[in-house]
């Protein structure tokens, strides 16, 4: 009697979830990062208050929490079934690159408590020496901070320095990070945001969103 062979068909591979797009995902995990910071430390050192008498926590706390959404929804749009080719996962920082933010974020927090001072300004201080050290040593990393630290000088110069200077920091420093900045598109759209911002929250919706610093009146 012969050997009795059975044959198998080669099992069809899974489709596994791969990365389609390096830039989204890094983009996706470094704001869902930074809005969950900023978030959790509004809330656990500031009053939240109400969405009519908001607390210092209250608009930071937002803010981070709609970040985390759009780093989740932009994470989730670079993933794919079966991408149109195999890409070798790389970041434009790396694990000490990350230590490093850390530590500065810490020092200079450290450094505010013990003069005394807000912590609101170590962070904003921590964010642009971030920014500057990027710029020169990961400029492949610099849209993803400076897209961030446009959320972050957006969230803490609201109550200090009024909307309309919020909304342009929040605007020109993400035009930097783009691959080409242009004055006149960059002020067209400020001058949009800034409007609708004051017309539908301030003016229609009555938030006490201050428009200028305090001591213009």
Same mark, same amino acid.
């Given at each position: 009697?012969?050997?009795?062979?059975?044959?198998?068909?080669? #099992?069809?591979?899974?489709?596994?979830?791969?990365?389609?797009?390096?830039?989204?995902?890094?983009?996706?995990?470094?704001?869902?990062?930074?809005?969950?910071?900023?978030?959790?430390?509004?809330?656990?050192? !500031?009053?939240?208050?109400?969405?009519?008498?908001?607390?210092?926590?209250?608009?930071?706390?937002?803010?981070?929490? *709609?970040?985390?959404?759009?780093?989740?929804?932009?994470?989730?749009?670079?993933?794919?079934?079966?991408?149109?080719?195999?890409?070798?996962?790389?970041?434009?920082?790396?694990?000490?690159?990350?230590?490093?933010?850390?530590?500065? !974020?810490?020092?200079?927090?450290?450094?505010?408590?013990?003069?005394?001072?807000?912590?609101? !300004?170590?962070?904003?201080?921590?964010? @642009?020496?971030?920014?500057?050290?990027?710029?020169?040593?990961?400029?492949?990393?610099?849209?993803?901070?400076?897209?961030?630290?446009?959320?972050?000088?957006?969230? !803490?110069?609201?109550?200090?320095?009024?909307?309309?200077?919020?909304?342009?920091? *929040?605007?020109? @420093?993400?035009? *930097?990070?783009?691959?080409?900045?242009?004055?006149?598109?960059?002020?067209?759209?400020?001058? @949009? #945001? @800034? *409007?609708?911002?004051?017309?539908?929250?301030?003016?229609?919706?009555?938030?006490?969103?201050?428009?200028?610093?305090?001591?213009?009146?």
């Amino acid at each position: 009697m012969g050997a009795h062979v059975t044959l198998r068909a080669p #099992l069809e591979e899974e489709p596994r979830m791969k990365i389609r797009s390096q830039k989204d995902f890094w983009s996706g995990l470094m704001f869902i990062g930074s809005g969950l910071f900023f978030a959790l430390w509004a809330m656990a050192f !500031y009053q939240m208050g109400t969405a009519v008498r908001m607390g210092p926590a209250y608009f930071p706390t937002m803010l981070g929490f *709609l970040l985390t959404v759009l780093g989740a929804a932009v994470l989730l749009q670079s993933l794919a079934m079966e991408p149109e080719g195999d890409q070798a996962v790389h970041t434009p920082f790396n694990i000490i690159d990350l230590l490093i933010v850390v530590a500065i !974020y810490a020092v200079l927090i450290l450094l505010s408590q013990n003069m005394g001072s807000s912590s609101d !300004y170590a962070i904003l201080g921590g964010t @642009i020496i971030v920014s500057l050290l990027t710029a020169v040593f990961r400029p492949d990393a610099k849209p993803l901070v400076l897209v961030t630290a446009a959320t972050i000088a957006y969230g !803490y110069l609201m109550k200090p320095l009024g909307l309309v200077i919020a909304t342009a920091a *929040l605007v020109f @420093i993400s035009a *930097l990070g783009g691959h080409e900045f242009k004055w006149k598109e960059v002020t067209i759209l400020f001058i @949009i #945001l @800034i *409007l609708f911002s004051v017309l539908v929250f301030v003016k229609g919706l009555t938030l006490p969103f201050p428009i200028w610093p305090e001591y213009f009146g």
